[in-house]
Every structure is written in structure tokens, then in C-alpha cells.
T-cell receptor, first 113, second 108 residues
Framework: ETGVTQTPRHLVMGMTNKKSLKCEQH?????MYWYKQSAKKPLELMFV???????ENNSVPSRFSPECPNSSHLFLHLHTLQPEDSALYLC????????????FGPGTRLTVT | GENVEQHPSTLSVQEGDSAVIKCTYS??????FPWYKQELGKRPQLIID?????GEKKDQRIAVTLNKTAKHFSLHITETQPEDSAVYFC???????FGPGTSLSVIP
């Protein structure tokens, strides 16, 4: 695998479930990002990690919990979600934190029932 | 914090015509301005970017212009083709704030 990969590609979960989204980058980058993409807000930054430390938490509800165990992996742990959380969740990575291209993964299409 | 506005939200052009999308930003400290293209069902990909020490940059049919004084920058696509149909997002770095996107349709 090359570039940025995300699993699963599709996820349907109930409001009481707990699930996790996984992102992996094979580019040797030092920064990783989670975005939410929905019709209301096309590309909404959620979290930013630089060298495995969280540097941005963009007022995201606590039902979303990120984890970055190393510079290649990023997780988004989900629990007690709401139907309005249904969206496409995109992961991205970049070589450094600012001023460079971001490489996006294919996204996870999440549906909360 | 940074706020990025983008206009128009939708744009429809005839094949071969030019398309222009404009973005404004609020943080004068921003110095990197990328443009991403997202085709239907695909991931966003960088198509061109510009830094604050440059006023214009071109890459074949696409160009970006930057006016730091007025805090706006624009994407220009010439000789549009059907494969240019996509959603285009501008952004202002440092904080990686994306504009709301422009849906471009090129009519054959």
C-alpha cells in the first residue's frame, strides 16, 4: 500500500455502539489530520497531530476521541454518536505541520442510525 | 482565528471557456495558499499552491494569483474541459482552514 489508507471504507453504527476508524500513512510524514466532510461544512478540521502530539482540537465533541500511537497511524474512536455525525471522515498527512501539501486518504463513509 | 470565504459556491461554464474562483482570508499572517480539487467520490488532491512571496503561479491551464494587501487569491482555469468538473477548495495555512468549496461544472 502506498499513500494514505483508511479502514473501514464504510461503517454503519447505532448510537450506542463504539467503533474506531483507522488511518495509516506510508509517506514518512510527521503530521496527521482528521477532517469531517458533510454537506453543511465541506471540509471541517477536527484534530491535528504533529510528531504524535495533538496540536489542534477544533471544538470537537468528546464522543470523538483521537489517538496517534506513532507517526504512521491515526485512530478516531467513536462512541455514543448522534445521527448528525453521519459524514465522510477524511484522514490526511503532511511532511511537516504547515505550508506544505496534504495527502488525503479515501475516507470512511459513516452512517449513524 | 482564520476565516476563509470562497465564491461562487457553484459555477457552470461551457467547455473551452475560462473559470475563476475567488477566496478571501482574514489572517494576515497566513503565507501559504493551496487549492485542492475533489472529483465526485474521490479524495481531495492538491492542484496548485502559492506562497506569500509570489504574486502569480501558473501550471499549464491553471493559475493562481495572490493579493496579500487585499487578502484574496484566485484560481483561474483556462480552456476548461469536462474533466475539470469537480469541487474546488481553497485554503489558508497556518491553521489549514478550508473555504466552503466551489462546485464547477463544465458543459460539453
Amino acid at each position: 500500500e502506498t499513500g494514505v489508507t483508511q479502514t473501514p471504507r464504510h461503517l454503519v453504527m447505532g448510537m450506542t455502539n463504539k467503533k474506531s476508524l483507522k488511518c495509516e500513512q506510508h509517506l514518512g510524514h510527521n503530521a496527521m489530520y482528521w477532517y469531517k466532510q458533510s454537506a453543511k461544512k465541506p471540509l471541517e478540521l477536527m484534530f491535528v497531530y504533529s510528531l504524535e502530539e495533538r496540536v489542534e482540537n477544533n471544538s470537537v465533541p468528546s464522543r470523538f476521541s483521537p489517538e496517534c500511537p506513532n507517526s504512521s497511524h491515526l485512530f478516531l474512536h467513536l462512541h455514543t454518536l448522534q445521527p448528525e455525525d453521519s459524514a465522510l471522515y477524511l484522514c490526511a498527512s503532511s511532511q511537516i505541520l504547515t505550508g506544505v501539501e496534504q495527502y488525503f486518504g479515501p475516507g470512511t463513509r459513516l452512517t449513524v442510525t | 482565528g482564520e476565516n476563509v470565504e470562497q465564491h461562487p459556491s457553484t459555477l457552470s461554464v461551457q467547455e473551452g471557456d475560462s473559470a475563476v474562483i475567488k477566496c478571501t482570508y482574514s489572517d494576515s499572517a497566513s503565507n501559504y495558499f493551496p487549492w485542492y480539487k475533489q472529483e465526485l467520490g474521490k479524495r481531495p488532491q492538491l492542484i496548485i499552491d502559492i506562497r506569500s512571496n509570489v504574486g502569480e503561479k501558473k501550471d499549464q491551464r491553471i493559475a493562481v494569483t495572490l493579493n496579500k494587501t487585499a487578502k484574496h487569491f484566485s484560481l483561474h482555469i483556462t480552456e476548461t474541459q469536462p474533466e475539470d468538473s469537480a469541487v474546488y477548495f481553497c485554503a489558508a495555512d497556518d491553521k489549514v482552514i478550508f473555504g466552503p468549496g466551489t462546485s464547477l461544472s463544465v458543459i460539453p
